[in-house]
């Protein structure tokens, strides 16, 4: 597969840190205690294959900054032990009982676990061993959350967090979601919606990426691309955090889906980019409070 764009600059920021921590390893028994060596960066470079260079036979493993895992269910997979094409070929996982899981066991039921993993290489392989978005099914969802978070309110990491989302109208962007949902995927795994993973903190700590999870809906008549966070801002929050909430959007809006900054989206079953916090979606009467970028 041929990378472009904001796909290939995610992808490869997914590598970067592993490209850069690579310890030198001395096996020379010649060299003296302490004595270094002279390492030929030229051919020992000539000899390293990644997935960008050799698809199958690559034999270099880039780990992810977190590991993740994909979830999956569609009508067909409801009541069912065992999910139907397109993820039958993967053996299944037992979902973690933690007590997230407990508290969302109704909802959980009919997710399927598909399969964890935690280098680009498996991501690549699990990707082009699944049915795109474009040919799912009506109504089915394909959920790619951190290792050991659920796709569900319940869980700790998301009850106190939100989702940007929008909605796209099925018989307009049906040739595009499968390339942005690739994208979402990959802006994701290699963590760019959140750029405070990358800057400097005076405690030494990183901070926890705002990102949990990202999710493709099919539906009749339109598909809906979300991403969760682990917080929301709200009345009592500081600036800072919004500002940090809309970056995401931001993001999301312009380097991964490709839209301009002021571009207007909304129309006939289509949404802006937007905002809601999982609490606010509970409420009724139009008292949620929506960011839209």
Same mark, same amino acid.
């Given at each position: 597969?041929?990378?472009?764009?904001?796909?290939?600059?995610?992808?490869?920021?997914?590598?970067?840190?592993?490209?850069?921590?690579?310890?030198?390893?001395?096996?020379?028994?010649?060299?003296?205690?302490?004595?270094?060596?002279?390492?030929?960066?030229?051919?020992?470079?000539?000899?390293?294959?990644?997935?960008?260079?050799?698809?199958t036979n690559f034999?270099?493993?880039?780990?992810?900054?977190?590991?993740?895992?994909?979830?999956?269910?569609?009508?067909?997979?409801?009541?069912?032990?065992?999910?139907?094409?397109?993820?039958?070929?993967?053996?299944?996982?037992?979902?973690?009982?933690?007590?997230?899981?407990? /508290? @969302?066991? &109704?909802?959980?039921? %009919?997710?399927?676990?598909?399969?964890?993993?935690? $280098?680009?290489?498996?991501?690549?392989? #699990?990707?082009?061993?699944?049915?795109?978005?474009?040919?799912?099914?009506?109504?089915?969802?394909?959920?790619?959350?951190?290792?050991?978070?659920?796709?569900?309110?319940?869980?700790?990491?998301?009850?106190?967090?939100?989702?940007?989302?929008?909605?796209?109208?099925?018989?307009?962007?049906?040739?595009?979601?499968?390339?942005?949902?690739?994208?979402?995927?990959? /802006? @994701?795994? &290699?963590?760019?919606? %959140?750029?405070?993973?990358?800057?400097?903190?005076? $405690?030494?700590?990183?901070?926890?990426? #705002?990102?949990?999870?990202?999710?493709?809906?099919?539906?009749?008549?339109?598909?809906?691309?979300s991403i969760w966070?682990?917080?929301?801002?709200?009345?009592?929050?500081?600036d800072k955090l919004?500002?940090?909430?809309?970056?995401?959007?931001?993001?999301?809006?312009?380097?991964?889906?490709?839209?301009?900054?002021?571009?207007?989206?909304?129309?006939?079953?289509?949404?802006?980019?937007?905002?809601?916090?999982?609490?606010?979606?509970?409420?009724?009467?139009?008292?949620?409070?929506?960011?839209?970028?």
């Amino acid at each position: 597969m041929t990378l472009s764009g904001p796909a290939l600059t995610a992808s490869r920021a997914a590598l970067s840190a592993a490209l850069a921590e690579q310890p030198p390893v001395n096996d020379d028994e010649s060299l003296e205690p302490g004595e270094i060596q002279e390492v030929d960066m030229q051919s020992q470079a000539e000899t390293i294959r990644t997935v960008f260079n050799d698809p199958t036979n690559f034999n270099v493993k880039h780990p992810l900054y977190s590991p993740w895992t994909l979830w999956f269910d569609s009508p067909q997979t409801k009541g069912r032990n065992m999910p139907q094409t397109p993820i039958s070929a993967f053996p299944q996982t037992p979902v973690p009982q933690t007590p997230g899981v407990a /508290a @969302a066991q &109704g909802w959980m039921e %009919d997710i399927k676990r598909v399969i964890s993993f935690d $280098s680009v290489e498996e991501f690549w392989g #699990l990707y082009n061993n699944i049915v795109p978005p474009s040919q799912l099914p009506q109504k089915a969802n394909y959920y790619l959350f951190k290792e050991g978070i659920i796709p569900a309110w319940e869980d700790e990491a998301n009850k106190n967090g939100g989702k940007w989302s929008i909605q796209l109208p099925k018989d307009k962007n049906r040739a595009h979601v499968d390339k942005m949902w690739l994208y979402t995927m990959l /802006a @994701a795994i &290699g963590e760019t919606f %959140d750029p405070s993973l990358t800057q400097a903190d005076p $405690s030494g700590s990183p901070p926890n990426s #705002l990102i949990t999870g990202v999710i493709v809906s099919t539906r009749p008549q339109f598909y809906r691309l979300s991403i969760w966070t682990r917080l929301a801002p709200s009345s009592a929050e500081d600036d800072k955090l919004r500002e940090r909430i809309e970056g995401v959007g931001k993001h999301f809006k312009m380097s991964v889906l490709g839209f301009s900054e002021g571009q207007k989206l909304a129309g006939p079953l289509a949404t802006e980019v937007e905002f809601l916090s999982h609490k606010d979606s509970e409420k009724k009467g139009g008292k949620a409070r929506k960011i839209i970028v």
